[in-house]
Structures are given as structure tokens and as C-alpha cells.
């Protein structure tokens, strides 16, 4: 199930980072990647803000979307 769709609190793992290659490297600098641990802090409006890592992100909808967990 894509990001964009988990229930805040709830820790999920990341099992595949999709888009293109530019994107993927932009996910993975973040933090975002295979195997990482994440969870939704806030979801308002189409823009999350996520523990990852030890670190929190804010991302866009769109961006959640390409990363599956």
C-alpha cells in the first residue's frame, strides 16, 4: 500500500520506493528506503510529516505515493 494511505502512529516498512530514477535518489537522501521503518506523525491536507530514520520529513502527496509499504 502506497505512504500516502497509512493511519498516523501506526509503523510500517518500506518495501519499495518507486518513480524515476531522479526521484528515487531524492526519496533515498531523505531517508527513504528499503527495509527503513516509517511512521505518520500528520497527515493535513495531502502533505505528511513522517518519523524516519530518527528525523522528521514533511512530503507531498505525491511524493507518498511513490513510496510503498
Known sequence: MPLSMM???????IKKVG???DT???????GFV???????VSDIDGNM???I?????AIGR???NKILV
Do not use: H, Q, W, Y
Open 7 to 13: 493511519k498516523a502512529g501506526e509503523p510500517e516498512t
Open 19 to 21: 518513480g524515476r530514477a
Open 24 to 30: 528515487r535518489r531524492f526519496l533515498e537522501n531523505l
Open 34 to 40: 528499503i527495509g527503513a521503518i516509517v511512521t505518520v
Open 49 to 51: 510529516i513522517v518519523n
Open 53 to 57: 530514520k530518527d528525523s522528521r520529513v
Open 62 to 64: 505525491d511524493m507518498a
